[in-house]
T-cell receptor, first 108, second 115 residues
Framework: GQNIDQPTEMTATEGAIVQINCTYQ??????LFWYQQHAGEAPTFLSY????GLEEKGRFSSFLSRSKGYSYLLLKELQMKDSASYLC?????????FGTGTRLLVSP | EAGVAQSPRYKIIEKRQSVAFWCNPI?????LYWYQQILGQGPKLLIQ??????VDDSQLPKDRFSAERLKGVDSTLKIQPAKLEDSAVYLC????WGQGNEKLFFGSGTQLSVL
């Protein structure tokens, strides 16, 4: 079976750092995606991890541990525009399974 | 490069009516996906096409939902008859090859309200 688990909601203040965790169980695991989705908009690609370790891309970093079935998305220097839902998605063979998403609210 | 096009943007219907959504993927993308996203949830795959063939429709409620991609380009998703629980955003996405490790390009979605 396939199961993706991430927190429903998180809050943080502008300028802070926040870490959004994701655990997954999926057959034929190929890698882990993170997508950002602003309210009323389509998801947009943030990152893809296939190997263990941390990948940094500007203010956003993503980490993967394949042995633990665990990933996190790290957002630094939070801005108001980062208020959105963050979707964790596990890639299997020809299939991508999304989690329910973590709604992040950034306050001044 | 043009993105994934979807129409209509919004649709309001009464239960038991029928509705159809249209999607045109990024040019050259072999794989097209229809996802259903209920408010507060992540996208759920309804059907995946590779060119004009179906790769996965295991979560498509086939008694009321149908989809086609006849020429391997654009696609339509139909619901007949609609139920209240079909209220959701219907997202179309495409990718070049359909491998599990490809990023998806999403359209803006069609927001369906069933009254």
């Amino acid at each position: 079976g396939q199961n993706i688990d991430q927190p429903t909601e998180m809050t943080a203040t502008e300028g802070a750092i926040v870490q959004i965790n994701c655990t997954y169980q999926t057959s034929g695991f190929n890698g882990l995606f993170w997508y950002q989705q602003h309210a009323g908009e389509a998801p947009t690609f943030l990152s893809y991890n296939v190997l263990d370790g941390l990948e940094e891309k500007g203010r956003f970093s993503s980490f993967l541990s394949r042995s633990k079935g665990y990933s996190y998305l790290l957002l630094k220097e939070l801005q108001m525009k980062d208020s959105a839902s963050y979707l964790c998605a596990a890639a299997g063979f020809q299939k991508l399974v999304f989690g329910t998403g973590t709604r992040l609210l950034v306050s001044p | 490069e043009a993105g994934v096009a979807q129409s209509p943007r919004y649709k309001i219907i009464e239960k038991r009516q029928s509705v159809a959504f249209w999607c045109n993927p990024i040019s050259g993308h072999a794989t097209l996906y229809w996802y259903q996203q209920i408010l507060g949830q992540g996208p759920k795959l309804l059907i995946q096409f590779q060119n004009n063939g179906v790769v996965d429709d295991s979560q498509l409620p086939k008694d009321r939902f149908s989809a086609e991609r006849l020429k391997g380009v654009d696609s339509t998703l139909k619901i007949q008859p609609a139920k209240l629980e079909d209220s959701a955003v219907y997202l179309c996405a495409s990718s070049p090859w359909g491998q599990g490790n490809e990023k998806l390009f999403f359209g803006s979605g069609t927001q369906l309200s069933v009254l």
